[in-house]
């Protein structure tokens, strides 16, 4: 089955730097990747996805990129924020449809603070 | 929250007793899962349904057993706690195409087995 490795662990900064998180995946036929915000107390909230036919999404202050020959995505924050203080997690997963149920592999999760 | 609730939201349990979590959806999708997670694990898939009576099981299925008799109603039971099924427990759904309607999540069960 898949398999997502998700780096760093913890990731601290000062207010106003970027972010940047690291996933590998092992599934070749993997073709969408999510990324989930999680706060305390709380469920998963979708942030951003791509799909694997584009390298690259933006959406203000996140971007995705995909490099699909290494197999590997990551999670760009820029000008950080202390309300970006949260845990990250990344996920793979076959598109739904036929036989697939687009069941999510997830990464084990990075711990994100922003320092004011 | 996409309308999904849990219930309860926590839970103590003495070890060797049933335990059922209840996930209820307004949103009328076809596909719901269930998800723990743990420290140093993210969230790893436990069950999941494609449709009523329709489930199939996920990465650490073993101790658990789930329910859809309804389209918006999922349950996940552990039929004998054990410890090491203390956890935090999410419900999940989604729609028939994953990048159309992506996975939105409940707020959570945290469940502690003594």
């Known amino acids: 089955g898949e398999n997502v490795e998700q780096h760093p662990s913890t990731l601290s900064v000062q207010e106003g730097d970027s972010a940047v998180i690291k996933c590998t995946y092992s599934?070749?036929?993997?073709?969408?990747f999510p990324w989930y915000k999680q706060e305390l107390g709380k469920g998963p909230q979708l942030i951003i996805d791509?799909?694997?036919?584009?390298g690259e999404k933006k959406d203000q202050r996140i971007a995705v990129t995909l490099n699909k020959t290494a197999k590997h995505f990551s999670l760009h924050i820029t000008e950080t924020q202390p309300e970006d203080s949260a845990v990250y997690f990344c996920?793979?997963?076959?598109?739904?449809?036929?036989?697939?149920?687009?069941?999510?592999?997830f990464g084990q999760g990075t711990i994100l603070t922003v320092h004011p | 929250d996409a309308g999904i609730t849990q219930s309860p939201r926590h839970k103590v349990t003495e070890t060797g007793t049933p335990v059922t979590l209840r996930c209820h959806q307004t949103?009328?999708?076809?596909?719901m899962y269930w998800y723990r997670q743990d420290p140093g694990h993210g969230l790893r898939l436990i069950h999941y349904?494609?449709?009523?009576?329709?489930?199939d099981k996920g990465e650490v299925s073993d101790g658990y057993s789930v329910s859809r008799s309804k389209t918006e109603d999922f349950l996940l039971t552990l039929e004998s706690a054990t410890s090491s099924q203390t956890s935090v427990y999410f419900c999940?759904?989604?729609?028939?195409?994953?990048?159309?309607?992506?996975?939105?999540f409940g707020n959570g069960t945290r469940l502690t087995v003594t």
């Open positions: 349904s494609y449709g009523v009576k329709d489930t």
């Open positions: 996920a793979a997963s076959m598109r739904a449809g036929g036989t697939s149920y687009g069941k999510l592999t």
């Open positions: 999940a759904i989604s729609g028939d195409l994953m990048w159309n309607s992506p996975l939105h």
């Open positions: 599934d070749s036929a993997s073709n969408y």
């Open positions: 949103e009328n999708h076809r596909y």
């Open positions: 791509i799909r694997s036919n584009v």
